[in-house]
C-alpha cells in the first residue's frame, strides 16, 4: 500500500502526452480496456472571432499512472493539422477566445488554486492574469473587454471548526437544513458568486449575490453555459435558483437574471416559470435572448422548450410550443433571424434551425449519430460527434450545402488498428401496441452461424436516450469485443419519441418500461444467432434498479444480472438521496404519505425473495444520489439466499467509476462476472 502511494505522489508532476505513454496490445485487433483508456479524448471546441480558427482540448490518460493530463489545441476551421499549444502536468480548462482574439485565455491550477492565464493562439507568452484567493472555478470576457467574469466560492456558512475553534482536529459537520450533500460532495458553508472585475487591471467591482446563501451556476454541474454578456458588455444574464435548504431540494425553479452594469440593478425576467431557465444566449445585436425552460417545479426532465425574450417589448414567447421535443445549444445566426440548436429523434442527436421569420423549426441533419456540441461561422456549423463505434470528434456542415467534413482525427491512428461492431437499428413491437427502436450492437468480427450470448442493456436516467453515445464505461463496443450481442432498448420513458413516450415513466417505474425490456429481449433472443440460455441484463442508477427488478420478474430468462449505483429500497433510498424533487415527482413522494403512493409497490427489495440469478452489485461510496447501501442491502439479500453474488465497492468513486485504474478494474470484474455464468 505505502509504495503504490508513493509512486501516485511521484507521478502526480509527471506530463502525460498522446506519444510518453506505453502503447497497448493491439495484436487482437478488437477492443479492450486499456486500449479504451488509449483514446484522446476530445471537448469544449470553440471558434475563434473570425471564425478562422478552433481551439479545443484533448485530455488524454496514462492507466499506470493513475492519471490524465487536458491540453489545449487549435486547428484552422477549414481543416489542418492540429497544433498543440499548452503542456502542462496539470490540466489547461475552459479554454475560450478573447474577444478580440489575440489572446486564448483557460484556468490552470497554480499553488492549489485555480487561476485564469492568457497567451498566443501559438501558445507563446503565457501569464497568470488573476491571482484570487480561493480560486476561480470560472469566467467569461465581455464583448467590449473592459470587463471579466469570474465565478468563485464564497464562506457565508458557520462551520464546526468556526463554532469550535479550541477543537482544530476535530472533523465534523453539523447542519440544520437540506442539501448538506450534493452528488458527490458535502456542504461546505461556501456558495458559488459571480464577480465582475476591470479588465485587465482585474480591480475588482462587484459581487453578484454578495451576502446571500445562493448558488450560481445552478448545481450539480452547471458551468459558464449559465452566463453569457450582452453583445455591448453592459449586461449579464445568468441562472440561478434563488432557494435553500429543504426549498431547494425540492424544486427545479431556477430562473433567467439580467444585471445592468451601468444601473447596477438585477431583474428577473422569468418569475412566472416554475420550473427550471436555462443555459441563456444573447442575439448579435443585443434585443433578444434565447435559453430553454421547463415548465413544471419538481420535473427535471420535462420538455426543454425555447423561449425568446425581447427587451424591446418586454415580452417572452415559446417558440417551440408545436414542436415535441427538447432543444438545447442554441447559437445564433449573424443576421439574428434563425438559432440552430440541438434536439433528440429518434434516438440520435441533430441540428434543427429556427427560422424567426417563419417560426417554423426544422431539422436540418439527419443520420445515426449523436451531434453534442454546436458552435457557427458564418458558413459553417462546427460540431462535435459520435457514434457507437466512434469516440467524440470534431465536424463542420456547410450551411449552405448541408456537406458534413471531418476536422479532427484524434483516434484515428487507433480505430485503423482494432475492428468495430456493427450497429443495427430494429423497431420491436411492445405490449401497448407501440413501436420501440432498439439498438442491436454485434461483436467485431460476428458469424451469424454462431450462437452468441446476449446482454440487455437497461438504461439509467431515467429519461436520458439510448442514443448514439460512445461511452468509457457502458461501452457497447467493449461488450461486443468480449463476443456479446448487446440489445440496448429506448424504452418508455426516454426523450425523442414525443413528450408522451418520454412522460410515461413517471410513476410508473415497474410497469410499462419493464415490460418494453422483455419484449426488447424477447425479440432478437429469436434469432438463430443468440444462445437463448445465455442472457444477461446489465445497468446503472435507474439502470440498476432496472435489474434488481427484473431479477424478482424475469422468469428464468436471464442467467447474470449486473447492477450498478441502482436504487433497491425506495424507502431507504427516499430517506437518504439529495434532490427530493426527483422522487417527489417520479415516486409521488415520501413512503409516509396516506395512502402510501403506488410506486412504492415496485421497490425491487420487496420481490427479493424470488431472486434466483448469480447478481454483481457495483456502487461508489461517494454516491449521494443513490447511496452506496442500497448496493449494500441488495448484495446483502442475495448472500443471505445463497445467490451467487459479488460486491464491487468503490470507497473514492461516487456515481460513476473516473479513476483510470478503478476503471479498468470495473471492466475486468464486469466481464469476469458475465463470462463466468454466460460462457
Given amino acids: 500500500m505505502t509504495s503504490a502511494c508513493s509512486h501516485l505522489r511521484q507521478s502526480r508532476d509527471e506530463i502525460i502526452t498522446k506519444e510518453s505513454r506505453e502503447e497497448p496490445d ?100 503565457k501569464r497568470q492574469v488573476t491571482d484570487v484567493d480561493g480560486g476561480v472555478t470560472g469566467f467569461a470576457y465581455a464583448p467590449d473587454m473592459k470587463h471579466l467574469l469570474y465565478v468563485k466560492n464564497v464562506k457565508l456558512d458557520t462551520t464546526a471548526i468556526d463554532l469550535y475553534p479550541d ?66 458588455g453592459k449586461k449579464l444574464a445568468y441562472c440561478c435558483k434563488r432557494k435553500s435548504g429543504k426549498d431547494f431540494a425540492e424544486s427545479t425553479n431556477s430562473d433567467i437574471f439580467i444585471y445592468d452594469l451601468e444601473s447596477q440593478k438585477t431583474e428577473n425576467i422569468t418569475p412566472n416559470n416554475k420550473g427550471y431557465d436555462m443555459d441563456p444566449v444573447f442575439s448579435p445585436d443585443g434585443s433578444k435572448l434565447v435559453w430553454w425552460s421547463m415548465k413544471t417545479d419538481g420535473y427535471e426532465s420535462d420538455k426543454q422548450r425555447l423561449f425568446i425574450y425581447d427587451f424591446t417589448t418586454a415580452i417572452t414567447i415559446d417558440y417551440s410550443e408545436h414542436f415535441d ?38 431539422q436540418i441533419t439527419s443520420g445515426d449519430h449523436d451531434y453534442t456540441s454546436l458552435q457557427i461561422t458564418d458558413t459553417l456549423l462546427v460540431v462535435t460527434k459520435t457514434t457507437h463505434a466512434l469516440p467524440v470528434e470534431i465536424f463542420t456542415i456547410n450551411l449552405n450545402n448541408g456537406k458534413e467534413q471531418q476536422l479532427t482525427f484524434t483516434n484515428q491512428e487507433i480505430l485503423d488498428k482494432i475492428v468495430m461492431g456493427k450497429t443495427e437499428k430494429r423497431w420491436i413491437s411492445t405490449t401497448d401496441g407501440q413501436k420501440m427502436l432498439t439498438w442491436i450492437i454485434y461483436p467485431p468480427n460476428f458469424d451469424p452461424t454462431k450462437k452468441y450470448p446476449a446482454l440487455l442493456y437497461c438504461q ?17 463496443q467493449m461488450m461486443a469485443a468480449h463476443d456479446y450481442i448487446i440489445v440496448a432498448p429506448n424504452r418508455h420513458g426516454l426523450p425523442g419519441f414525443g413528450s408522451r413516450w418520454n412522460e410515461q415513466i413517471s410513476k410508473d417505474y415497474g410497469g410499462q418500461n419493464m415490460q418494453d ?3 426488447a429481449i424477447d425479440a432478437v433472443a429469436k434469432e438463430p444467432y443468440i444462445d437463448k440460455e445465455r442472457l444477461g441484463a446489465v445497468g446503472a442508477s435507474y439502470g440498476g434498479f432496472s435489474v434488481y427488478w427484473l431479477a424478482g420478474h424475469h422468469q428464468k430468462r436471464f442467467k447474470a444480472f449486473i447492477a450498478h449505483c441502482g436504487m433497491f429500497n425506495f424507502e431507504s433510498w427516499y430517506g437518504t438521496t439529495e434532490e427530493l424533487f426527483f422522487a417527489n415527482h417520479d415516486i409521488e413522494g415520501p413512503y409516509w404519505k396516506t395512502p402510501i403512493p403506488k410506486s412504492y409497490s415496485f421497490s425491487p427489495h420487496k420481490f427479493a425473495g424470488r ?69
Wanted: hydrophobic share 35%; charged share 20%.
Fill in 167 to 232: 477543537l482544530p482536529k476535530a472533523n465534523a459537520y453539523i447542519y440544520d437544513d437540506l442539501m448538506y450533500r450534493h452528488w458527490n460532495t458535502w456542504a461546505d458553508g461556501a456558495y458559488s458568486h459571480p464577480f465582475i472585475a476591470e479588465y485587465p487591471s482585474m480591480k475588482y467591482k462587484v459581487e453578484l449575490l454578495k451576502d446571500e446563501k445562493f448558488h450560481t451556476p445552478v448545481p450539480s454541474g452547471g458551468g459558464m453555459e449559465q452566463f453569457v454578456w450582452s453583445p455591448n
Fill in 517 to 519: 425490456y422483455l419484449s
Fill in 611 to 679: 431472486w434466483d440469478t448469480p447478481i454483481l452489485v457495483i456502487h461508489g461510496g461517494n454516491d449521494f444520489r443513490i447511496p452506496y447501501t442500497e448496493g449494500m442491502q441488495a448484495f446483502n439479500a442475495a448472500q443471505i439466499q445463497g445467490i451467487p453474488s459479488r460486491f464491487l465497492f468503490f470507497p473514492d468513486e461516487d456515481h460513476f467509476v473516473s479513476q483510470p485504474q478503478n476503471a479498468i478494474l470495473w471492466q475486468r470484474e464486469f466481464f469476469r462476472w458475465l463470462d463466468t455464468y454466460l460462457k
Fill in 325 to 362: 421535443h427538447n432543444a438545447s445549444h442554441f447559437v445564433w445566426n449573424a443576421q439574428g433571424d434563425k438559432i440552430y440548436f440541438l434536439s433528440c429523434i429518434e434516438a440520435t442527436y441533430q441540428v434543427y434551425c429556427l427560422d424567426l421569420n417563419s417560426k417554423i423549426i426544422k
Fill in 26 to 125: 493491439f495484436s487482437k485487433g478488437i477492443l479492450t480496456e486499456e486500449i479504451l483508456w488509449h483514446f484522446g479524448r476530445v471537448s469544449a471546441p470553440q471558434c475563434s472571432p473570425d471564425g478562422q480558427t478552433l481551439l479545443y482540448m484533448v485530455k488524454y490518460y496514462d492507466y499506470k499512472l493513475n492519471k490524465g493530463n487536458a491540453d489545449i489545441y487549435t486547428i484552422p476551421v477549414a481543416g489542418g493539422t492540429p497544433h498543440k499549444i499548452t503542456s502542462s502536468a496539470n490540466d489547461e480548462m475552459q479554454p475560450v477566445w478573447r474577444p478580440d482574439g489575440q489572446k486564448i485565455a483557460y484556468l490552470l491550477e497554480n499553488s492549489g488554486n485555480l487561476q485564469i492565464w492568457e497567451c498566443n493562439p501559438n501558445g507563446s507568452e
Fill in 460 to 476: 439509467g436516467g431515467p429519461q436520458q436516450a439510448v442514443s448514439q453515445f460512445f461511452s468509457f464505461r457502458w461501452c457497447f
